[in-house]
């Protein structure tokens, strides 16, 4: 038999080999919560990862109403929808590349400029005037049926305006 010197209560063996027992148990649950947690975080975290993010399609309107020369402010994508003189169609987004501010088009100056710090951005986005480092990220267009579409979940970063880039009814009808 055991004394124990705080209480000098004894302390039978049997008792405290039950303690043991229930302490190693609780240990072995604590820790198999802690790899179930753990394998769900790292799964959640590869769905989210951007690859398979489901498409969010807008209809930003027919191809007809964006005349050649002109930038759209698309409201449901808060997207711009830029179309060149030749036609060529570039969906831009309103995020400025320094720090994210809404960027407007403003059309007397025939530019984008950010209110932030002042960055400039010509019609097909790509910077005119720093801070920006980048041109203004662009979304995916399809044209079906005369109907403009939008991709608003995959925005694509790039580092300037490329004529491969534009996107011309003929190409996706
Ligand atoms: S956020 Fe646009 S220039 Fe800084």
């Not at 993010?53 to 808060?78: C, K, Q, R, W, Y």
């Not at 030749?86 to 590349?97: E, Q, Y």
């Not at 399809?142 to 580092?159: L, Q, W």
């Amino acid at each position: 038999m055991i004394i124990d010197k705080k209480d000098r209560s004894p302390v039978l063996p049997g008792r405290r080999s039950f303690l043991s027992k229930i302490w190693i148990g609780l240990g072995i649950v604590a820790l198999a919560e802690c790899i179930i947690g753990g394998i769900s975080f790292f799964a959640s975290s590869r769905k989210n990862d951007g690859k398979d993010t489901e498409a969010v399609i807008i209809e930003a309107g027919d191809i007809n109403t964006f005349l050649p020369g002109t930038v759209t402010l698309i409201h449901a994508g808060n997207c711009y929808l830029s179309r060149l003189d030749d036609g060529g169609l570039l969906a831009i987004s309103r995020k400025c590349t320094h720090l994210a501010c809404a960027v407007p088009w403003v059309a007397e100056r025939n530019q984008f400029e950010c209110p932030c710090h002042a960055s400039i951005f010509d019609k097909t986005g790509d910077v005119i005037k720093s801070p920006a480092p980048r041109a203004l990220n662009l979304y995916p267009i399809s044209i079906e049926n005369d109907m403009v579409k939008i991709d608003i979940s995959r925005p694509t970063k790039r580092a300037s305006f490329a004529s491969d880039q534009l996107v011309y009814p003929e190409e996706t009808a």
